[in-house]
């Protein structure tokens, strides 16, 4: 199975996870005298079964992640590793720059105490600059896809 195919098979079992987690939680209270629309038992095994599937995919993704080279010094796990904390990087980077950059409200303006006046403590424009510089770098993502296409794994079997 290729690495793209594991990564498909693990988004498919964390939705069903997801469903039968609802439903476990929709059938978890009844009114008195009535019985749930479907068995609690039988939901939890299907949602043990899965979560046994999930894991077992997810330590394959893992181990790959971990044997395959990019180049001589880093493996693909270090460069997801690497990607993710760009991403964490933008997002609050953005949400600064957001709450920098906003302007109160009409209704705000009138509400405060005319007295207090309000500064920024950074600037929009050098945070616009870092989230431009995180974007480009996390631009690495779409060779990290590319490279991921053609990993096998020795290891996992079919469900």
Known sequence: MKL??????????????????????????????DEPDEDMRELQIQYDSLMDKLEHI???INKTNNETM??????LAAAIA?????????????????????????FERYERNPDVK?????????L????????RQNQCRIYFSRVGMGVSYRRLTAY
């Open 4 to 33: 793209a195919e594991a990564l498909i098979n693990r988004a498919d079992l964390k939705a069903r996870i997801s469903q039968i987690s609802n439903r476990m939680t929709e059938n978890a209270l009844v009114q008195e005298g």
């Open 58 to 60: 997810i330590v394959c």
């Open 70 to 75: 990019l180049d001589a010094d880093a493996t």
């Open 82 to 106: 690497k990607r993710d904390c760009i991403k964490a990087k933008i997002v609050a980077c953005r949400a600064l720059r957001d709450a920098a950059a906003k302007k109160p409200s009409r």
């Open 118 to 126: 309000y500064v920024r403590t950074v600037e929009v424009s050098a």
């Open 128 to 135: 616009q600059k870092d989230i431009d510089e995180l974007s």
